[in-house]
């Protein structure tokens, strides 16, 4: 039954679709040539180019992307019509790039800005609502750069590349701040039953609390606390 199936496959079409064997030896030319063109335009777009990259950067390479990816095997795109829309994408970003070293506002406008998202230990709530991250997300970001908990940060920045950068306190200086690990999150307080230091769940405000009722935090109004911790980083 199955020899029967196999038969009555066109292997052609299964393979080659519509086209010829011969078309087999165009799409190795057309490659190699599109090959060519992707390192001539990323040389051209500079190091920066194929490192950490900005949204703008991230469009241009997306566009170089798909104007090399057609003509290497489909018969219809010429490669000529692809090489005009390689010059075109060239031109326009080196044009933006020039009014980008002649205008702040500009640079902006096409590449965004820095972001703080925590300033001595507590998150920076305003500008964090506005970036699409989630807090497990961040946490394990921040984890992977060796944070345990936020009082060892004195700031760290979203770059406009997507990055975070990071500037410790020194261990001396090192905080009670909201702790990252996993699972840390997991049992909150609304009374407490042991004084010590306490931190807020949604924004990291972190306070000295006596046994009693929690209360709300003074930063962001919420209720949910979690012991905080001091503990240092570890390098």
Known sequence: MISIFLLKIDWKELFMGQEEWSFILEIILRTAIMFLAIIMGLRVLGKRGVKQLSVFELVVIIGLGSAAGDPMFNKDVGIVSSLIVFIVIILLYTGVTYFIG?????????????????????????????????????????????VSQLGQIEIAIEEISGEISIFFYENENVKYGLPIMPGSLNNTLEYIEKSGFY?????????EKQTGDAGRCRKCRKKEWIPASNKKRVT
């Open 102 to 146: 002649q205008s702040k506002k500009f640079e902006k406008l096409v590449e965004g800005k820095s972001t703080c998202l925590i300033e001595e230990g507590e998150f920076s709530i305003e500008n964090f609502k506005k970036e699409n991250l989630g807090s497990d997300e961040f946490f394990a970001e921040l984890r992977l750069k060796g």
């Open 199 to 207: 931190s807020c769940t949604f924004c990291g405000y972190t306070e």
